[in-house]
């Protein structure tokens, strides 16, 4: 089993920066076996895909309005994952989530695919 545990979230103004740490416990021997995805979710809205990174750090995956101004890297050593978020608007309102796979397979924004899940951490955007 593995614990996921997400902070750094927070109040921040529109044009702020925040990043969001997802610290990995239990099972972290090999914890750069393990493919590791952030999701948000926003009142009345479905969770939606933001960023993961391959086992290995070899790859990542970004949704697309993303791109650019959020990034996602891990620290093995420290058996964590961030995500650096830039350019914050209002819209990124939401419970961020961290999500984690032992995997060499090819990277989904799937939230099904991933079997351990963290609870959240809030992010607010003022304008």
């Known amino acids: 089993q593995v614990q996921l545990v997400e902070t750094g979230g927070g109040l921040v103004q529109a044009g702020g920066s925040l990043r969001l740490s997802c610290a990995a416990s239990?099972?972290?021997?090999?914890?750069?076996?393990?493919?590791v995805g952030w999701f948000r979710q926003a009142p009345g809205k479905e969770r939606e895909f933001v960023a993961a990174?391959?086992?290995?750090?070899?790859?990542?995956l970004y949704t697309d309005s993303m791109k650019g101004r959020f990034t996602i890297s891990r620290d093995n050593a420290k058996n964590t994952v961030y995500l650096q978020m830039n350019s914050l608007t209002p819209e990124d309102t939401a419970i961020y989530y961290c999500?984690?796979?032992?995997?060499?397979?090819?990277?989904?924004?799937?939230?099904?695919?991933?079997?351990?899940w963290g609870q959240g951490t809030q992010v607010t955007v003022s304008s």
């Open positions: 990174d391959s086992w290995g750090g070899s790859s990542t």
């Open positions: 999500a984690a796979k032992i995997t060499t397979a090819p990277l989904t924004a799937r939230p099904s695919w991933y079997d351990y």
């Open positions: 239990g099972r972290t021997l090999m914890f750069n076996a393990y493919a």
